[in-house]
């Protein structure tokens, strides 16, 4: 990985100095590095520093970059950032029916959420897989049913990829998101094969 003093890092990204240390105090670039009174950023700041540019370029303030990367990096998704909640289409709802082993379970997972006597899915992509099915009643209880027989394994596998990444990315967001992306996407190949 290269390393770069604050005057480099403005050469290869093509941000004055003066820019890059504006963006560092609100909070749109990362800290670097300390070595004794020297600042080492790296190639995650100059991937930062385009990013910034491409925002920039499209219309977007700092104010907004800033209150954007805050956002994600707390965790918000693009929908809960921008505030979008009531414009996505709404959730699939399920009538009371369901059973109550399968809505405690879908709550517990955070799938899904009782409104009144109804069980709503609450992520979008279950949700865009519930849609295109023929019998969409029957999948609160095929899920909530995975997740039961599921609950164990997936807490051990967890541990095993936690373990398996190297101790200095552990606290590393991008890297433990890339590992459940890995993982998850193994799995559901996986499953999908195995299915009639």
Known sequence: MTDYRIGDLAHASGVTVRNIRAYRERG?????????????????HLTQLAMINTLHAKGFTSAHIADFLDGIRQGASLVEFLGLGQAVPALTEFAGDVAHGARSALVRDGSGRIDHDRVVLADPAVVDIVGDTDDAQRCPDAVAGVLEVTREAVDELAEQVVAALPEEVRGVRDHRLLAAWVVSRRLCKRVVARLP
């Open 28 to 44: 749109l670039l990362d800290p670097p590095r300390r070595q004794g009174r020297t600042a080492w950023y790296d190639e995650h």
